[in-house]
């Protein structure tokens, strides 16, 4: 996703400060439009896409620890978050969870004993069955609710671009102390204050649009920051995870924003918040009231 917060290059030029402006552009004239539409289509369009969304996320995620989705175990990642979203389609919300949580320990307990390095790589493998299949039945869950379903999750999106895009713009033209150099060297303190400016304006017109009036100030602050920093953390979680194994991008799937892992971070640990706090309003309420 966007960088929180790369610091301005030491060069003046337009393309020394954005080099890679153009790329994330047109990458994301590509997929907004597609996920926009779906989340407008409705639950069942919204559910497709999240199939192949899991699908292409848990194929990086497994191809990243280093084994094969053509084979166990590599094979079993997909399969379950699949079968996950399967059961959360049908609201079998317990059921998805359950198995979510049976095939990570499962696959860890499967894997080679411990002390062996490759059984640290199985712990990864398995941890991407919760990493990936709860943002997937969240995000289900969140456009499921007939009532407030569509712009619930339309604002959890605009909410988490405009932290990404606030974030990157931030970085880059004004740098900073930086935010986590042992994780990420080129993200500040700046950016990641920008991303939640914007994440907080951005979350106020998309209510005032939605609801037609003035917006609870209060309540949107607050849940904008819950969630931004949620993302901002995710952000930063996907930069460990790819710094641990020694790799610049999950893949090299999108122009642009490399792999879909690199693009989806925030959204990964953002749904599920997102999801809680929908289930503790109850069914056909707003995330933001």
């Given at each position: 996703?966007?960088?929180?917060?790369?610091?301005?290059?030491?060069?003046?030029?337009?393309?020394?400060?954005?080099?890679?402006?153009?790329?994330?552009?047109?990458?994301?004239?590509?997929?907004?439009?597609?996920?926009?539409?779906?989340?407008?289509?409705?639950?069942?369009?919204?559910?497709?896409?999240?199939?192949?969304?899991?699908?292409?996320?848990?194929?990086?995620?497994?191809?990243?620890?280093?084994?094969?989705?053509?084979?166990?175990?590599?094979?079993?990642?997909?399969?379950?978050?699949?079968?996950?979203?399967?059961?959360?389609?049908?609201?079998?919300?317990?059921?998805?969870?359950?198995?979510?949580?049976?095939?990570?320990?499962?696959?860890?307990?499967?894997?080679?004993?411990?002390?062996?390095?490759?059984?640290?790589?199985?712990?990864?493998?398995?941890?991407?069955?919760?990493?990936?299949?709860?943002?997937?039945?969240?995000?289900?869950?969140?456009?499921?609710?007939?009532?407030?379903?569509?712009?619930?999750?339309?604002?959890l999106f605009l909410l988490v671009w405009a932290s990404d895009i606030g974030a990157y713009v931030a970085g880059r033209r004004f740098g900073g102390p930086k935010l986590a150099p042992?994780?990420?060297?080129?993200?500040?303190?700046?950016?990641?204050?920008?991303?939640?400016?914007?994440?907080?304006?951005?979350?106020?017109?998309?209510?005032?649009?939605?609801?037609?009036?003035?917006?609870?100030?209060?309540?949107?602050?607050?849940?904008?920051?819950?969630?931004?920093?949620?993302?901002?953390?995710?952000?930063?979680?996907?930069?460990?995870?790819?710094?641990?194994?020694?790799?610049?991008?999950?893949?090299?799937?999108?122009?642009?924003?490399?792999?879909?892992?690199?693009?989806?971070?925030?959204?990964?640990?953002?749904?599920?918040?997102?999801?809680?706090?929908?289930?503790?309003?109850?069914?056909?309420?707003?995330?933001?009231?």
């Amino acid at each position: 996703m966007p960088a929180l917060a790369d610091a301005p290059p030491r060069h003046g030029s337009l393309v020394a400060r954005w080099p890679d402006l153009r790329k994330r552009i047109l990458s994301a004239a590509l997929l907004g439009p597609a996920a926009l539409l779906c989340i407008w289509l409705g639950a069942e369009a919204w559910a497709a896409l999240m199939a192949a969304a899991v699908a292409l996320l848990a194929w990086e995620w497994v191809r990243l620890c280093g084994f094969s989705t053509r084979r166990l175990p590599g094979l079993a990642v997909p399969i379950l978050v699949l079968g996950a979203g399967t059961l959360a389609v049908e609201a079998a919300w317990g059921w998805a969870l359950g198995l979510l949580v049976l095939g990570f320990l499962g696959l860890w307990a499967l894997g080679p004993p411990a002390g062996q390095r490759q059984s640290r790589l199985g712990f990864w493998l398995a941890f991407g069955v919760l990493y990936i299949g709860l943002a997937g039945v969240a995000l289900i869950h969140l456009r499921g609710d007939a009532a407030v379903g569509r712009w619930n999750v339309l604002f959890l999106f605009l909410l988490v671009w405009a932290s990404d895009i606030g974030a990157y713009v931030a970085g880059r033209r004004f740098g900073g102390p930086k935010l986590a150099p042992a994780i990420s060297p080129n993200k500040t303190w700046t950016g990641a204050a920008g991303g939640l400016v914007s994440a907080f304006l951005v979350a106020l017109l998309a209510v005032a649009a939605i609801e037609g009036g003035a917006p609870p100030v209060g309540r949107v602050a607050l849940l904008a920051l819950l969630l931004g920093v949620t993302a901002q953390a995710g952000d930063l979680f996907e930069s460990w995870i790819k710094r641990r194994f020694q790799v610049k991008d999950s893949s090299a799937l999108i122009p642009g924003h490399g792999g879909l892992l690199d693009r989806l971070d925030a959204v990964l640990t953002a749904a599920p918040v997102a999801a809680l706090l929908g289930v503790l309003l109850g069914p056909g309420a707003a995330l933001w009231h």
